[in-house]
């Protein structure tokens, strides 16, 4: 110990002689001044010496003064400083994958270094770290993955939890299990940092941990709220009673079409509009919005007047348009590439900012623009907090964002645009007063925001709890209800209880809620449990290559597109990848592999415009494949790469497998005279996507659809959907070591008897029979 001791020091100089060279460098100076400009500089010996002081700090601060790329800079270059540079490991966490990788490449650039040396980043299945990594950017996930294997996080010094404000479900998660192990470590730091001012409900959370305020500056940003934006942008606002025949008839034809879903009373103004449709659905009823006018979106007109508006009439300074989601973006990217002044790229720098985009394109996104081109970043709502985009004047509000919701009662998993909440207005706005005053657009009138929630309510309270039931299992943390009423705000115990019981159905929990087999191996796999298990079967059944790209479709995106106004196109285009076998799943694998086809005869490209396909999702499915099977090799669920690639593509196996990881999403399909009838046992009637390739069809002869996700939106719609047969669902539908045969009869009859088939059970028994007896012969 006495060697490692020694070279543990002759490390720690090395590292420490290393920065100072860095420091003094003509290079590093400028750099040390540009860092010591943010306030976080003015906090940093008070910030020190608190952590030093204290196991638990909580550090809020505004958006980009600094607490990420800053705080855990301070803490290396500190412990480098004192020589013990290669004593010291921080991890700090992100809840995003593109800022633990921006972050990472910020802060090693900041030091005058690769990426990879004393800074790296791990996010799923990717990450660039090396020997001497002694700071290390992650996603939530990750750490939580790592406190698996190693439950006393052996030789970390630090953990930073950014971002907790969010209140993600990863992060609540993390903070029961880190509240837990503080005692067993007494030596480890951990610093939560927040972006807007609730800490005294973390500090209380850690028995009143100290807080720590970064105090920060922005400029005034003056709100603009729709009422004004019309006004500016030369919308004219028109009594209904005073629309002409052009826009009634065009009102009547969007009728028509289905885009006004609901009905909506017509008022004479917003605010009235607003009030009757209970905030729900807005529109501005004159004869150029009509166009713009889409309930459940936002108008994309409207904003592409916004920002020709800004283009021609106001000061430089790059925009930031906040969207709902990455449809949209790439909807609305798409019409304002066509418009002549916004789509000039000699004049504009459209750029799209999205979680799961390549890093190339990332990084353009903080770059200047030349001189006399504007810089638009369209963006989700990670740009609230996560990203700061320096040069920002002014930001676009479009008021929602995506949010998971679940309906416990029904079990029901919702994901709808909503409302965001006052705090997060207020970060949006935020954003534009970095550099100069700026100007905030808010795509709503005042009246609306007046009625949103002052904040947003946390994840872990609004979404389906099966993966996280599957980790606190696999961390041996105990009862799953036990622990999870430790939480900072616990869930309701129905969901817990719905949660519990979805993992035994599948075989991820015996009836002692005890981890199985199949569930310690799901838990290993960074995808849903019912993803997962489509992965092992894969492995088993020897067709691997095929179902590693349908779960690595359904867990990025889905590759079809949808534009607004060329749905029936696009429609047709995906119906011709079902060859009418009545499944989105293996359309998606056809469309997959025709594009691979495509791709090595280099036209990529052509075929996926021909055939309404996204090639960068099909690109991020290639590359998640890839992941795949690395991962699968390393967990011993395949001997060598050679299996995933040569594999059976048998439908009806693959079928089949869709089936086992899909169950208990299963429908039952009554075909009649003029229309199909679907329905679930805990829904009853529902109905189907129109962009699935069975929503097309005059009837399906399977009595069965099992299907990926249901989502509530105003009824319960099915999502991505696969006909099997009797049998299928019966031999792979469920867990059949569910207390062997009979029990899963026992738990299939349920169903049975509630879709009044119960002849099947006695089928079943034969099958089972007649397979007993194959199988002695
Ligand atoms: P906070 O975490 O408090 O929101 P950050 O530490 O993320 O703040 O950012 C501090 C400053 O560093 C900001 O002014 C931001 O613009 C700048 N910054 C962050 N990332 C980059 C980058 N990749 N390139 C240039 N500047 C960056
Ligand atoms: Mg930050």
Redesign the pocket.
């Known amino acids: 110990s006495v060697v490692a001791e020694r070279i543990l020091m002759r490390r720690s100089m090395q590292m420490r002689s290393k920065q100072q060279d860095w420091q003094e460098s003509a290079e590093g100076q400028k750099m040390q001044e540009c860092r010591k400009s943010?306030p976080?500089y003015k906090e940093r010996d008070a910030l020190l010496s608190v952590i030093s002081e204290n196991q638990v700090v909580v550090v809020s601060?505004?958006?980009?003064?600094?607490?990420?790329?800053?705080?855990p800079q301070y803490i290396l270059e500190s412990a480098i400083e004192n020589t013990q540079g290669a004593a010291c490991s921080i991890i700090c966490t992100q809840p995003r994958r593109i800022s633990a990788m921006?972050?990472a490449?910020?802060v090693a650039?900041e030091r005058g270094e690769k990426i990879g040396e004393s800074v790296g980043y791990k996010v799923r299945l990717e990450g660039m770290r090396g020997r001497d990594t002694r700071l290390l950017f992650c996603t939530t996930g990750i750490l939580l993955r790592r406190l698996l294997v190693d439950r006393n996080l052996k030789g970390v010094t630090h953990v930073i939890v950014?971002e907790i404000h969010e209140r993600g479900m990863n992060e609540d998660f993390l903070l029961i299990v880190l509240k837990d192990l503080l005692p067993r470590r007494p030596e480890l730091r951990l610093i939560l940092?927040s972006?807007t001012l609730n800490a005294e409900l973390f500090s209380s959370y850690f028995g009143g941990a100290p807080m720590i305020h970064?105090p920060?500056f922005t400029y005034p940003v003056r709100s603009l709220f729709l009422e004004n934006i019309l006004e500016m942008t030369g919308y004219r606002l028109t009594p209904y009673n005073q629309i002409d025949n052009y826009g009634q008839d065009k009102m009547w034809k969007m009728q028509k079409q289905g885009l006004r879903k609901r009905k909506t009373q017509i008022a004479s103004s917003v605010e009235d509009a607003l009030m009757a449709a209970n905030f729900k659905e807005y529109g501005h009823h004159t004869r150029e919005s009509l166009s713009c006018w889409n309930p459940d979106s936002i108008g994309f007109n409207l904003i592409e007047r916004v920002l020709c508006h800004i283009c021609r009439n106001e000061r430089p300074g790059a925009v930031l348009v906040f969207m709902t989601g990455w449809d949209d973006i790439n909807s609305l990217k798409d019409q304002l590439q066509a418009h002549p002044l916004l789509g000039d790229p000699s004049r504009v720098l459209l750029l799209a900012c999205h979680g799961s985009m390549a890093s190339t394109e990332q990084?353009l996104i903080?770059d200047k623009p030349e001189d006399g081109v504007r810089k638009i970043v369209l963006a989700t709502n990670m740009a609230e907090?996560?990203?700061?985009?320096?040069d920002v004047v002014f930001v676009v509000d479009c008021g929602k964002a995506k949010e998971t919701s679940y309906d416990a009662l029904n079990n029901t998993p919702c994901l709808l645009p909503t409302w965001i909440s006052k705090a997060s207005v207020r970060q949006r706005k935020g954003r534009a007063g970095?550099v100069q005053p700026g100007e905030c657009y808010h795509l709503y009138p005042r009246c609306v925001h007046d009625a949103f929630a002052d904040y947003q309510l946390p994840e872990l309270l609004r979404t389906p709890l099966q993966s996280l039931c599957l980790q606190i299992k696999s961390l041996q943390l105990g009862s799953i209800s036990d622990f999870l009423s430790k939480a900072l705000q616990p869930p309701e115990l129905l969901s817990v209880q719905n949660a519990v019981e979805y993992l035994k159905i599948i075989g991820a929990l015996d009836e002692n809620e005890n981890l199985t087999v199949l569930g310690r191996n799901l838990s290993m796999l960074p995808v849903e449990p019912k993803l997962g298990k489509m992965l092992i079967l894969g492995a088993i059944f020897g067709c691997l290559d095929p179902v590693m790209t349908i779960v690595a479709g359904l867990s990025v995106r889905d590759p079809f597109l949808a534009p607004f106004d060329k749905k029936d196109l696009a429609d047709s285009a995906k119906a011709q990848f079902s060859a009418r076998d009545f499944s989105d799943h293996l359309a998606l694998l056809r469309a997959y592999e025709g594009w691979k086809d495509a791709e090595s005869h280099r036209s990529g490209y052509e075929y996926c415009w021909k055939n309404f396909l996204s090639a960068q999702t099909l690109k991020a499915i290639d590359s998640l494949k890839n992941q795949f099977s690395y991962l699968l090799k390393d967990i011993g669920l395949v001997d060598n790469m050679e299996s995933c690639n040569t594999s059976s593509h048998d439908e009806h196996l693959i079928r089949a497998i869709v089936c086992a990881g899909l169950f208990p999403g299963v429908c039952s399909v009554v075909n009649k005279e003029k229309s199909i009838s679907l329905k679930t046992m805990e829904d009853g009637g529902v109905l189907m996507y129109s962009n699935s390739v069975n929503a097309q069809e005059p009837k399906i002869p399977y009595p069965w659809l099992v299907f990926n996700e249901k989502v509530k939106v105003n009824s319960v719609f099915l999502r991505d959907s696969t006909g099997v047969s009797d049998s299928v669902v019966l031999l792979f539908g469920g867990n059949i070591s569910r207390g062997g045969v009979d029990g899963h009869l026992k738990m299939l009859d349920g169903y049975l008897e509630f879709f009044m088939k119960p002849d099947l059970a006695a089928t079943y028994l034969t099958l089972k029979k007649e397979l007993d007896e194959l199988v002695h012969k």
């Open positions: 943010l976080a601060g505004e958006t980009g003064c600094g607490k990420t790329t800053q705080l921006a972050v490449e910020r650039a950014d940092m972006a970064i920060g990084k903080f907090t996560s990203i700061t985009i320096n970095r």
